[in-house]
């Protein structure tokens, strides 16, 4: 038969160091400000860079790397998006909260 223990509290912050204090106070702050944000904010997933120069987007993504050579094509030429992997996050008119990712087409098409 299974035997139930008291539980013990999973965070003991009266027993807690101080530098872990710390960052617990600096993860909460983050987290409310955070969630804060996305109440009071509209949040856009931004997918629109297909086709787009990478020099052009470079500050909001960053590149994605594959295993095989991405090719051009007639659409996406060398040093073009051709694919997100991950899009931008960030609030409707102001700056990105997080870096999308971007596959970067990296070579000529081979005949």
Same mark, same amino acid.
């Given at each position: 038969?299974?035997?139930?223990?008291?539980? @013990?509290?999973?965070?003991?912050?009266?027993?807690?160091?101080?530098?872990? !204090? @710390?960052?617990?106070?600096?993860?909460?702050?983050?987290?409310?400000?955070?969630?804060?944000?996305?109440?009071?904010?509209?949040?856009?997933?931004?997918?629109?860079?297909?086709?787009?120069?990478?020099?052009?987007? @470079?500050? !909001? /993504?960053?590149? /994605?790397?594959?295993?095989?050579?991405?090719?051009?094509?007639?659409?996406?030429?060398?040093?073009?998006?051709?694919?997100?992997?991950?899009?931008?996050?960030?609030?409707?008119?102001?700056?990105?909260?997080?870096?999308?990712?971007?596959?970067?087409?990296?070579?000529?098409?081979?005949?």
């Amino acid at each position: 038969m299974l035997e139930i223990r008291e539980s @013990k509290r999973l965070l003991d912050y009266e027993n807690a160091t101080l530098d872990f !204090r @710390k960052k617990m106070e600096m993860f909460v702050e983050c987290l409310t400000k955070s969630c804060w944000l996305r109440t009071i904010s509209t949040v856009v997933l931004n997918f629109n860079v297909v086709g787009q120069k990478f020099d052009a987007i @470079k500050d !909001r /993504f960053v590149k /994605f790397s594959t295993q095989e050579k991405v090719e051009a094509t007639e659409d996406a030429p060398v040093g073009y998006v051709r694919l997100v992997a991950w899009p931008c996050l960030h609030l409707e008119n102001e700056g990105y909260l997080t870096k999308g990712e971007v596959v970067v087409v990296d070579q000529t098409k081979l005949n």
